[in-house]
């Protein structure tokens, strides 16, 4: 099989999805890639894989030597002296972490042209690149989730709150713009940070010592989960730790938690997965409280697929896009119009 990862977008979370292409490069072995690199104005580039390295695209090197693409029904296109010539793939992989892969605009755009790909489908990309709407969704399907405030920018900041709390920008990952505020003097600078990145921030409880577990997975005819971890990390991951972490490679150890706890990890999981995220491979954080499981968040497209956690990554892949969801073809016969227009004697 041969897949076209496509990565890079204009978002702040830009940088990451190359770091996170570039590992997907050393660790899918079975399968053949090409590698669509869209920019911050948002041009796509056909980039070869000897050059899939992160100066590459800082230096703006891209500009000079990759071919520049088009969309087109059914795939992509390079301009060639005499015509265009098509990329030959069979599946595309949505790379693109944050704002435009995560956000359903490039979902969007492979939906109407009509192109295989794995990742989240429109819907499930709106309510998980939402914080709120994800607290939501996780909810109305019987998931438990940390208590909040929804804060917008013009909203006062006189809060009456617990602290320690964390602030999150309603519509970022990847631990952009996020503080632990541990006092009311620390609370303004918070969210001047938080408010450089959206409009919206949420705030939590910021619960020292709780436990965090992610389990990532697909359900294509049966469900394929990954083994659990538990994240060994300080308070939280800053960009730069994140950044990092977005480049692991190499299988991490199991938690060593109760069979009763790994079944309720799972299946809270399960309940947010399907149907929703048909057709994507996910990574979902929990935090434990009193043997409690909480949905963090939901990461559509984990950093490098979270291929960490998984036995046969390779594997995995050929079992997710061979098990894609399909659009329904709707037949368009005019037979309102013809039928009105023949009641006219205009047939």
Known sequence: MKLAIVFGGSSYEHEISIVSAITLKSVIKSHKLE???????RDFYLVDSKDMKS?????KEYLKSAKKLSIVKGG?????????????????LNLIHGRDGEDGKVTS???????????????ASILSFNKLYTKLLAN???????????????????????????????RLGSSIGVSIV????????????AFEFDNEVLIEPFIDGIKEYNLAGAHSKDWNLSIIEEPQKEEYLDFDKKYLDFARDERVSEANISDELKEKIKNSFKKIYKPLFNGAIIRCDFFVVDNEVYLNEINPIPGSLANYLFENFDNLLNIVATNL???KDIKIDYLYINSIQK???KA
């Open 35 to 41: 590698f669509i690199f869209i920019d911050n104005k």
């Open 55 to 59: 100066n590459y695209f800082s230096s």
């Open 76 to 92: 992509f296109e390079a301009k060639g002296l005499l015509k265009a010539k098509s990329l030959d793939f069979d599946v595309a």
């Open 109 to 123: 755009l492979l939906e109407f042209f009509n192109i295989k790909y794995i990742g989240p489908r429109v819907e």
């Open 140 to 170: 109305s399907l019987g998931v438990k989730t940390i208590d909040y405030k929804l804060l917008s920018k013009d909203d006062s900041r006189d809060l009456d709150i617990e602290y320690p709390v964390i602030i999150k920008p309603l």
């Open 182 to 193: 541990k006092s009311a003097d620390e609370l303004e600078y918070a969210l001047d940070v």
């Open 325 to 327: 969801p399909t659009q």
């Open 343 to 345: 009641a006219k004697g």
